[in-house]
């Protein structure tokens, strides 16, 4: 005789197909990415950073590859830009890179993004069913390309 048994509360968390295994795999990928990160934050080079993200960007953008995350696209050089960032906060915190003074060329892209974002946050926000919602196109067009300029020009 059999008994029947419930099936755990996990799989009333988990969605339809995800097993075990799926999970493994992630935490490994996350641990490896989490790894990474450390190596990149202590003993990165800016430029070869830059250059990696624009080939990452270029090679495996997002028809290549995507990753739904809520109501978030996760991808991959998303992912290498935050890493970048991230690694160039900490060691500007360790004091690793050498401050330097802001340039007329930096001052000039600080005023560009302010007039950006002002003009964006006090335009139109209803979405078109043909262009990117605003705020996405402030992101990408302009805030991610301005993220590469301070890790890239410390040298």
Same mark, same amino acid.
């Given at each position: 005789?059999?008994?029947?048994?419930?099936? *755990?509360?996990?799989?009333?968390?988990?969605?339809?197909?995800?097993?075990?295994?799926?999970?493994?795999? %992630?935490?490994?990928?996350?641990?490896? !990415? @989490?790894?990474?990160?450390?190596?990149?934050?202590?003993?990165?080079? =800016?430029?070869?950073?830059?250059?990696? =993200?624009?080939?990452? %960007?270029? %090679?495996?953008?997002?028809?290549? $590859?995507? =990753?739904?995350?809520?109501?978030?696209?996760?991808?991959?050089?998303?992912?290498?830009?935050?890493? @970048? $960032?991230?690694?160039?906060?900490?060691?500007?915190?360790?004091?690793?890179?050498?401050?330097?003074?802001?340039?007329?060329?930096?001052?000039?892209?600080?005023?560009? !993004?302010?007039?950006?974002?002002?003009?964006? $946050?006090?335009?139109?926000?209803?979405?078109?069913?043909?262009?990117?919602?605003?705020?996405?196109? !402030?992101?990408? *067009?302009?805030?991610?390309?301005?993220?590469?300029?301070?890790?890239?020009?410390?040298?």
């Amino acid at each position: 005789m059999r008994v029947a048994r419930s099936p *755990g509360p996990a799989a009333s968390i988990l969605p339809a197909g995800v097993t075990g295994l799926a999970i493994a795999i %992630a935490i490994a990928i996350g641990l490896g !990415l @989490l790894a990474w990160t450390a190596v990149a934050a202590l003993r990165g080079d =800016f430029v070869a950073g830059c250059i990696g =993200f624009l080939l990452l %960007a270029a %090679a495996f953008g997002y028809p290549l $590859v995507s =990753f739904e995350v809520g109501p978030y696209t996760l991808t991959l050089d998303r992912i290498a830009l935050a890493i @970048l $960032v991230a690694a160039f906060a900490v060691q500007r915190w360790l004091g690793r890179t050498a401050p330097k003074p802001l340039a007329r060329a930096d001052l000039w892209l600080g005023a560009f !993004l302010a007039f950006v974002v002002l003009r964006t $946050v006090t335009s139109d926000w209803r979405p078109s069913e043909q262009s990117a919602p605003p705020l996405w196109r !402030l992101a990408a *067009g302009y805030a991610m390309p301005a993220a590469l300029a301070a890790p890239c020009s410390t040298r």
